[in-house]
């Protein structure tokens, strides 16, 4: 059974940091893309950043450049958001979604994600 497990998130204070992480079972992630999107209550799901299996290549909303840097640790079968300098506009519903590498074309797009984990929340307030 193919499932994707968030974790890490919580309550900070502005400037602080927390690193998510997302758990993948039921398939390796060799064989995929690995985004990171969130949503904020009264808005869209928006794409934060994703990291592709193929190459390695790292994608970042404007918002998360500077701040953000995700990675992967194929051994665990795992992807990390290291997320820096909180904002409370980062407050959100952090959610990963898995695609095959090779039929992602807008990183950003919710739609092209095959496969979700039930989201952790990330609060950034003092």
């Known amino acids: 059974q193919v499932q994707l497990v968030e974790s890490g998130g919580g309550l900070v204070q502005p400037g602080g940091s927390l690193r998510l992480s997302c758990a993948a079972s039921?398939?390796?992630?060799?064989?995929?893309?690995i985004g990171w999107f969130r949503q904020a209550p009264g808005k869209e799901r928006e794409g934060v950043s994703c990291?592709?299996?193929?190459?390695?290549?790292?994608h970042y909303a404007d918002t998360a450049k500077g701040r953000f840097t995700i990675s992967r640790d194929n051994a665990k079968n795992t992807v990390y958001l290291q997320m820096n300098s909180l904002r409370p506009e980062d407050t959100a519903v952090y959610y990963c979604?898995?695609?095959?590498?090779?039929?992602?074309?807008?990183?950003?797009?919710?739609?092209?994600?095959?496969?979700w984990g039930q989201g952790t929340q990330v609060t950034v307030s003092s």
């Open positions: 039921g398939f390796t992630l060799d064989y995929y893309a």
């Open positions: 979604a898995a695609t095959r590498y090779w039929v992602l074309r807008l990183w950003d797009s919710a739609s092209e994600y095959d496969y």
């Open positions: 990291i592709s299996s193929s190459d390695g290549r790292l």
